[in-house]
C-alpha cells in the first residue's frame, strides 16, 4: 500500500507531520511511521528559541540537526519552525529588560543565525507564528509592544537575506476560514507584497475541533492568498475532540480532516498539507485543551483512525 507521502506526490502536494524528538529517540515504530508515511517534517519543539538558546549566547542544535539528518536520510523536506513568536521564548528573554534597539538586535541576530546555522537545509520556514489576534488586530507581544508592527517586515527581510533560497511563511491558527483574523492577515500581506517584502507564503495551522463547524470556506479563504502570488500550505492540522472518543466524533474527526485537505487540493499554489502529529500516543491536545484528545490520524497503537483513510482517499 503506498503512503500518504506518495500519494500526496502525483497530487502535487506535500504531506508532512510535525517530529516529536523524544519520541523519534525512544519509540521505533513512531520512527518507522514518521520516516515512511511522510514527505516532508516540522520540528514540533526543538528550532524554537526556547530550545535553541535556553542560555544567552549559547546555542543548542543538536536536536534540530538530528531531525533535519532524519529528513535527508528518509528523502524529505524539512519546515522550520519558528523565528518570531510571542511563546516559547527562553527566560532570559522574557525576563530581562532591554530597549527597544536592544530588543531588535536580539530578534535580527536570533533570526541571522539561527536562519544561517541552517541553510540550504530548510525548506520552508515558519518565520512569524501568530502575529493576530481574532478579532483581526495585531496580537500583543515584546515584538510589537517594542519594535512596533514593523516586526513583521523586518523578520522577513532578515531571514531572506540569511537564506535567500528558503521559502518564507507567515503562520497562523483561526485563519482556516474567511474571518476577521483572515482577512486582516491578507491586508498585511498584500502590504507586504506592496512593499516587496520577501515573503512567499501563508501558513494555515488547522487546529480544529469536532464540536466546533468545520471551515467548509477554506478554498475561498486561501484562493484569495493564492490570487496575489502567494504560496499556502496547512501546516499543523489536527483534529480534536472532547473525550471519551466515540464512532460519531471519530468519523466528524475524519471529515475535519478531509475539509482541510481538500481545501489544500482545490488551492493551486498549496504546497504542503502537514499534520501536527500522526498517533494519539504523542499529541499537544491533551496537555492543552483540558478533556480534550484522539486528535491524530492514528490510534495510540498506529492503528489507523477513519481520518487516516479519508486523507487516502482524498490524496
Ligand atoms: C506546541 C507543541 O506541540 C507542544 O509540544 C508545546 O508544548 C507547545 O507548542 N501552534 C504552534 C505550535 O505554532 O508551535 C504549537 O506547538 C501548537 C500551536
Not at 56 to 62: A, E, K, N, S
Not at 177 to 185: D, E, I, Q
Not at 233 to 243: L, S, Y
Given at each position: 500500500a503506498r503512503t500518504l507521502g506518495e500519494l500526496g506526490r502525483r497530487a502535487g502536494v506535500r504531506i508532512g507531520t510535525a517530529v516529536d524528538m523524544s519520541a523519534l529517540a525512544a519509540d521505533a515504530p513512531y520512527r518507522e511511521k514518521a520516516a515512511t508515511e511522510f514527505s516532508s517534517v516540522t520540528p514540533e519543539n526543538v528550532m524554537k528559541w526556547e530550545a535553541v538558546e535556553a542560555v544567552?549566547?549559547?546555542?543548542?542544535?543538536?536536536p534540530a540537526d538530528d531531525l533535519v539528518d532524519f529528513a535527508r536520510d528518509n528523502h524529505q523536506l524539512v519546515r522550520g519552525h519558528t523565528l518570531v513568536w510571542h511563546s516559547q521564548l527562553p527566560g532570559w528573554l522574557t525576563s530581562g529588560s532591554f530597549t527597544a534597539d536592544e530588543l531588535r538586535d536580539i530578534l535580527h541576530r536570533h533570526i541571522t543565525d539561527e536562519v544561517k546555522?541552517?541553510?540550504?537545509?530548510?525548506?520552508?520556514?515558519?518565520?512569524?507564528?501568530?502575529?493576530?489576534?481574532?478579532?483581526?488586530?495585531?496580537?500583543?507581544?515584546?515584538w510589537l509592544r517594542n519594535l512596533g508592527p514593523g516586526y513583521i517586515a523586518d523578520a522577513f527581510r532578515w531571514a531572506h537575506e540569511a537564506d535567500p533560497k528558503a521559502e518564507l511563511y507567515i503562520n497562523d491558527y483561526n485563519i482556516e476560514?474567511?474571518?476577521?483574523?483572515?482577512?486582516?492577515?491578507?491586508a498585511l500581506v498584500t502590504e507586504l507584497k506592496a512593499q516587496h517584502v520577501p515573503i512567499d507564503g501563508v501558513g494555515v495551522q488547522g487546529h480544529l475541533a469536532v464540536q466546533y463547524p468545520a471551515p467548509h470556506d477554506i478554498a475561498d479563504n486561501l484562493a484569495r492568498f493564492d490570487a496575489l502570488g502567494l504560496?499556502?500550505?496547512?501546516?499543523?492540522?489536527?483534529?480534536?475532540?472532547?473525550?471519551p472518543a466515540d464512532a460519531?466524533?471519530?468519523?466528524?474527526?475524519?471529515e475535519g480532516y478531509s475539509v482541510l485537505l481538500q481545501g489544500c487540493l482545490l488551492t493551486e499554489h498549496c504546497t504542503d498539507f502537514t499534520v501536527w502529529g500522526f498517533t494519539d500516543k504523542y499529541s499537544w491536545v491533551p496537555n492543552t485543551f483540558s478533556g480534550q484528545g484522539s486528535a491524530?490520524?492514528?490510534?495510540?497503537?498506529?492503528?489507523?483512525?477513519?481520518?487516516?483513510?479519508?486523507?487516502r482517499q482524498d490524496l
Open positions: 544567552r549566547g549559547t546555542y543548542t542544535w543538536g546555522h541552517f541553510k540550504g537545509h530548510i525548506w520552508q520556514w515558519d518565520v512569524v507564528n501568530e502575529a493576530f489576534n481574532d478579532d483581526g488586530t495585531l496580537r500583543d507581544s515584546v476560514g474567511v474571518n476577521p483574523k483572515s482577512t486582516a492577515l491578507l504560496d499556502t500550505a496547512i501546516t499543523e492540522a489536527d483534529v480534536r475532540m472532547v473525550m460519531t466524533k471519530t468519523e466528524a474527526q475524519a491524530n490520524l492514528l490510534t495510540e497503537d498506529y492503528r489507523p483512525k477513519p481520518a487516516y483513510t479519508a486523507l
